[in-house]
């Protein structure tokens, strides 16, 4: 986690400077993380793998995550599946379920690996349209595909190939 050499700022951060431990704390606030392959916790139900975030970081009351929680699965369609475990929702509804856990503490930055790999092609654009609406209210996603055509929704996209950049798109407008 640290540089091999240089600074490192991530909207006016030095995490470069940053010990484990406030690294750790800053990275649970700051950006949430959408696994390819989920990640959600078999033993905890639905709305209590959403809520671990907000317990880990303390970012919301007590009081309110179920309620934060419940809110972000319903703007994902999945609100009814709350109180059940991982194994009794589809891969569809786990994908959503760690789409709105990396959501949990209202982070400014996502991580997405194939955030669409597992997604029925209506459900797929629904995220991606969602993604983009993120963007456009001010968060950065930052997202791992090889469907090429979802760049259309974003200002910007790089193109990877064999660990080098080949080619990138940006809107005037990035902040980069």
């Not at 995490?15 to 905890?44: S, Y």
């Not at 995550?65 to 194994?87: C, F, H, N």
């Not at 979802?150 to 064999?162: G, H, N, P, Q």
């Amino acid at each position: 986690d640290s540089p091999s050499s240089g600074e490192v700022y991530v909207a006016d951060a030095g995490v470069h400077a940053m010990n484990q431990e406030q690294l750790a704390i800053w990275r649970g606030k700051n950006i949430g993380v959408i696994f390819q392959f989920f990640q959600l916790l078999p033993t905890l139900t639905i709305a209590e793998n959403v809520m671990l975030p907000m317990d880990f970081c303390n970012t919301y009351p007590p009081r309110d995550r179920r309620e934060r929680a419940i809110a972000l699965l319903e703007k994902m369609g999945i609100a009814e599946q709350a109180d059940k475990l991982p194994a009794d929702l589809s891969g569809g509804q786990q994908q959503r379920a760690a789409i709105v856990r990396a959501l949990a503490n209202d982070p400014p930055i996502l991580a997405a690996d194939e955030p669409t790999g597992n997604l029925d092609s209506r459900t797929s654009k629904e995220v991606i349209q969602f993604f983009a609406t993120l963007a456009r209210e001010g968060k950065t996603i930052v997202m791992v595909t090889h469907e090429r055509n979802l760049s259309k929704y974003f200002t910007r996209s790089i193109i990877m190939a064999d660990g080098s950049i080949i080619a990138g798109t940006s809107d005037a407008s990035d902040n980069v």
